[in-house]
T-cell receptor
Framework: DTAVSQTPKYLVTQMGNDKSIKCEQN?????MYWYKQDSKKFLKIMFS???????INETVPNRFSPKSPDKAHLNLHINSLELGDSAVYFC??????????????FGPGTRLTVT | DAKTTQPNSMESNEEEPVHLPCNHS???????IHWYRQLPSQGPEYVIH???SNVNNRMASLAIAEDRKSSTLILHRATLRDAAVYYC?????????????FGKGTRLHILP
């Protein structure tokens, strides 16, 4: 069983389009995250949600909107896609932060290519 | 910015131990030391974490300096599958606004 899953694995789209990436975790964790890994391989956190509440929003353009319908899902919707949005996006989950800093579990990633 | 310093890359021979160093001179009392690794074309994977004492698990050992300003991840017997980027990260154990800040990590090459 996959602990953190993402769909789709690959996404190729044109500039200006709107797209969504879905993430689900079956670990019973309270907190979920989105990370972006750019072409230089730097991993940066974008958002985190704890029990459907936004906890972290790291200076991400408004075109990016996370949505958490329940604590097992955190989807990422991107409006008006730009070339610079091309990257690999990783979803992750963990127990509630501030309780001993347990490990985060990452999904396999979604490679987004904007043409 | 990452609060840790690691060598950009290291090499090791297969079936030999590997010691990956990390400096974190500004560590606070509530920071845990975490190690993750990222295999090619995969998401980061948790390896080990500790606070003050050395830690062992099935993947690796973590040796933490007495002043906690540095630590070493030890892979006891490297295999080709251990070739990856290894990230040393500090995480606050009490801050709800906790986030993992990844640095550049150490790219570990395993020679057959």
């Amino acid at each position: 069983d996959t602990a953190v899953s993402q769909t789709p694995k690959y996404l190729v789209t044109q500039m200006g389009n709107d797209k969504s990436i879905k993430c689900e975790q079956n670990l019973g964790h309270d907190t979920m995250y989105w990370y972006k890994q750019d072409s230089k391989k730097f991993l940066k956190i974008m958002f985190s949600y704890n029990n459907k509440e936004l906890i972290i929003n790291e200076t991400v353009p408004n075109r990016f909107s996370p949505k958490s319908p329940d604590k097992a899902h955190l989807n990422l919707h991107i409006n008006s896609l730009e070339l610079g949005d091309s990257a690999v996006y990783f979803c992750a989950s963990s127990q509630t932060p501030g309780q001993g800093a347990g490990e985060q579990y990452f999904g396999p990633g979604t490679r987004l290519t904007v043409t | 910015d990452a609060k840790t310093t690691q060598p950009n890359s290291m090499e090791s021979n297969e079936e030999e131990p590997v010691h990956l160093p990390c400096n974190h001179s500004t560590i606070s009392g509530t920071d845990y030391i975490h190690w993750y690794r990222q295999l090619p074309s995969q998401g980061p994977e948790y390896v080990i974490h500790g606070l003050t004492s050395n830690v062992n698990n099935r993947m690796a050992s973590l040796a933490i300096a007495e002043d906690r300003k540095s630590s070493t991840l030890i892979l006891h017997r490297a295999t080709l599958r251990d070739a990856a980027v290894y990230y040393c990260i500090l995480r606050d154990g009490v801050d709800r606004d906790d986030k993992i800040i990844f640095g550049k990590g150490t790219r570990l090459h395993i020679l057959p």
